[in-house]
């Protein structure tokens, strides 16, 4: 069964930046595409960014704000987030999804890890 670990996410005012790193095995990296997830308090968990190769999907709440890549040799998925604003606050999660996962936004794996908390605030 698939890990996922995030990191880097903490507290910024709203216009900074924060860069989440996703860290999971080797195998899922070269498998599956990899995808991040963000869940609000009160809300659903809600699909954020995948990619795979060159290809790429954003929600639309984030598009030309947070880019997405992949780092096979650290074995981690990066998700660069800027100008962030109150309502990106969230914890941020991260797991793989097969190709047609990735243009549903849908996870493939139903293990998840902690998450790391955004928090956009002045």
């Known amino acids: 069964q698939a890990q996922f670990v995030e990191s880097g996410g903490g507290l910024v005012q709203p216009g900074g930046s924060l860069t989440l790193t996703c860290t999971t095995v080797?195998?899922?990296?070269?498998?599956?595409?990899m995808m991040w997830y963000r869940q609000a308090p009160g809300k659903e968990r809600e699909f954020v960014a995948g990619?795979?190769?060159?290809?790429?999907r954003y929600a639309d709440s984030v598009k030309g704000r947070f880019t997405i890549s992949t780092n096979n040799v650290k074995q981690t998925s990066l998700l660069q987030m800027n100008n962030l604003t109150s309502e990106d606050t969230a914890l941020y999660y991260c797991n793989a999804a097969s190709i047609s996962g990735l243009s549903t936004g849908t996870p493939h794996f139903s293990s998840w890890g902690q998450g790391t908390q955004v928090t956009v605030s002045s």
């Open positions: 990619a795979v190769g060159d290809s790429s």
């Open positions: 080797e195998w899922v990296l070269n498998t599956y595409a």
